[in-house]
C-alpha cells in the first residue's frame, strides 16, 4: 500500500505502511536532526492519530526530550505554538491532509514553525535511512499536556495590526450567521471559538472533534453539498469548510453557492491589500504557487504589488516569503498565509481577513465574489507511478508556442491561459491544472497534457 515522503513529510496507509515501527523510526530520526530543546505534538483528530501521538511522545521522552502534547488542533496551531514557545527546536503535525480515514501521517517543523524544506528534509531523511547514525540519550523527558493552544492561536491573530479595535467591533456589529464543517476532526474547536469570539451565531454542521469523517474530506464543491443545504436552511450568511488539519479554507456564499478554492486566497489577499498600509515593515511583495490562479495576480496589479510564483509546497511559498520579506502567500488549494501572524497556512486567519473584508464595506460574500476577475479553471488528475520527467520534453514539444516554466513539472503560459503538469507531493498521481477564459479552453489544454501522458 501507499507510503510517500515528500516535502509535505510523510503519509502513508494504515497498514503495514504505517506501522509502529516506521512511527517510533520517524519519530527517533526527527529527534536526532533537531538541536536540543523541547518539541511539540499535535494531531488532526483521526482516530489512529491517538496511537500515533502516544508512541511518537513516549519515544521522543525515551529520548530525553520535553514534549508538548496539544492534542486536536490545527496543524497552523501546531506551527505558531512552535515559535512562540520559549525552547521549541521543533513540531509534529500527526495529520493526512486532506487524504481519506484510511491514511495518516507526520508533518515535521523546525524552530520556527516552517515545515521542512527540501535540503532539511535530506539531512533528515539520512537518520531515518541509517545514513547518520540514531545516538541514544543517557535520561529521560517528560510530557506536558497543553490545553491553551488555540486560546493562543486565537490571541495572536486578533492582536495584529490589520484587526484594530474599531475592525474587531464593525466584524461584531454584523452578528454573522455561520455554517461550520470541519469534518469532525482538526478544526472543530478552533473554528467555532474564532467565529464566536468575533461576535458570530455558529451553526456546527460537522465539529464534533471524533475524526470520523462524514463525507470525503478533501473541501472541494462536490463534497460539501451539505454545507451549501445547511446554508440556505439557516439562512446563514456564509459556509466554512475546512481540511481535517485545518490549513485549508473553502466557503459556501449566502445563496448556498459553492465558492472556488482558488477564490479563498484572492479574497483573503484583498482584504490584505486594502489595509496594507499598517503593515509597512513588510514588502510589496505576495509569493504563490504555479498551481494558483491568476486572479491573484490581476488583483495585486491593482495595488502595485509584485506576485513571485514558486513550486507547490507550503515551505516553498514560506521560503520566498521570507526571501522577500513578503506581505502576503498562499496556495489555490484554498490555503492562506499572513507573515505577521505567522509563516504557514492557516484557515483561521483566512476566516478572520474574509470577515474583515466582509464588514469593512457591508458587502455579502457573493458581492465580493462577482467583483473579482472572470476565468475558468479545471482539475484533474491521473495514476501515475512512472518517470515524470521522461515526459518534459514531449510535452515542451506539444506546448511548444508556450512560455514554458520548470522547476515543479512543467507549467505553459499562452496569452492569459496557462496549464501545470506535476506529479503530486501526497499521492501517486499526476495533477493538471489549467485556466483560461472560458472552460473550452482550459478543457483543451487539458486534452493536449492528457495526450502526452497516456499515449
Known amino acids: 500500500m501507499p507510503f510517500i515522503r515528500s516535502i509535505s513529510g510523510l503519509r502513508a496507509t494504515l497498514d503495514n505502511s504505517l506501522s509502529p515501527e516506521i512511527v517510533s523510526l520517524y519519530a527517533k530520526a526527527f529527534e536526532q536532526y533537531l538541536p536540543k530543546g523541547e518539541i511539540i505534538i499535535g494531531r488532526d483528530g483521526r482516530p489512529s492519530g491517538k496511537w500515533i501521538e502516544q508512541l511518537i511522545a513516549e519515544t521522543l521522552k525515551e529520548r530525553g526530550r520535553t514534549v508538548h502534547l496539544l492534542g486536536i488542533v490545527p496543524t497552523p496551531t501546531v506551527q505558531l505554538l512552535v515559535e512562540h514557545t520559549a525552547n521549541a527546536v521543533g513540531g509534529i503535525s500527526i495529520t493526512a491532509s486532506h487524504n481519506t480515514s484510511e491514511w495518516n501521517g507526520m508533518k515535521f517543523m523546525g524552530g520556527d514553525g516552517v515545515f521542512l524544506d527540501a535540503a532539511e528534509n535530506q539531512e533528515f531523511w539520512k537518520f531515518a535511512d541509517g545514513v547518520s547514525s540514531l545516538e541514544k540519550s543517557t535520561q529521560k523527558g517528560e510530557i506536558i499536556h497543553r490545553a491553551d493552544a488555540i486560546e493562543q492561536h486565537i490571541k495572536t491573530l486578533l492582536n495584529i495590526s490589520l484587526f484594530s479595535d474599531e475592525m474587531l467591533d464593525a466584524i461584531r456589529s454584523r452578528k454573522y450567521k455561520v455554517v461550520v464543517d470541519a469534518v469532525n476532526a482538526g478544526g472543530s474547536v478552533a473554528v467555532p471559538q474564532l467565529l464566536e469570539i468575533l461576535g458570530c451565531e455558529v451553526v456546527r454542521l460537522y465539529c464534533d472533534g471524533s475524526g470520523e469523517f462524514p463525507h470525503t474530506p478533501e473541501p472541494l464543491a462536490q463534497n460539501l453539498t451539505a454545507l451549501a443545504d445547511t446554508v440556505r436552511l439557516h439562512n446563514a450568511d456564509i459556509g466554512i469548510a475546512v481540511d481535517p488539519d485545518a490549513d485549508r479554507l473553502v466557503l459556501v456564499n449566502e445563496k448556498g453557492e459553492n465558492i472556488s478554492e482558488e477564490k479563498t486566497i484572492v479574497l483573503a489577499a484583498q482584504a490584505v491589500l486594502e489595509s496594507m498600509d499598517v503593515l509597512k515593515e513588510y514588502s510589496r511583495n505576495i509569493a504563490i504557487n504555479l498551481s494558483t490562479s491568476r486572479m491573484i495576480e490581476d488583483i495585486a496589479s491593482e495595488y502595485g504589488v509584485t506576485v513571485n510564483r514558486t513550486p507547490v509546497g507550503e515551505v516553498n511559498v514560506v521560503r520566498n516569503l521570507q526571501k522577500n520579506n513578503g ?75 508556450s512560455t514554458v516554466t520548470l522547476g515543479d513539472g512543467v507549467r505553459f503560459d499562452i496569452a492569459k491561459s496557462w496549464v501545470h503538469i506535476r506529479s503530486s507531493n501526497t499521492e501517486p498521481i499526476v495533477r493538471i491544472i489549467a485556466e483560461a477564459a472560458t472552460v473550452k479552453e482550459a478543457q483543451e489544454l487539458i486534452d493536449r497534457a492528457k495526450d502526452v501522458l497516456l499515449n
Open 327 to 401: 506581505i502576503f502567500g498562499g496556495e489555490g488549494s484554498g490555503g492562506v498565509i499572513l507573515p505577521v501572524c505567522h509563516y504557514g497556512r492557516d484557515s483561521l486567519v483566512g476566516i478572520a481577513l474574509l470577515l474583515k473584508l466582509m464588514a469593512s464595506g457591508h458587502r455579502k460574500l457573493s458581492k465580493l465574489e462577482d467583483l473579482l476577475p472572470h476565468y475558468e479553471m479545471l482539475k484533474t488528475k491521473i495514476n501515475f507511478s512512472g518517470d515524470f520527467e521522461k515526459f518534459s520534453a514531449k510535452l515542451q514539444e506539444s506546448f511548444k508556442e
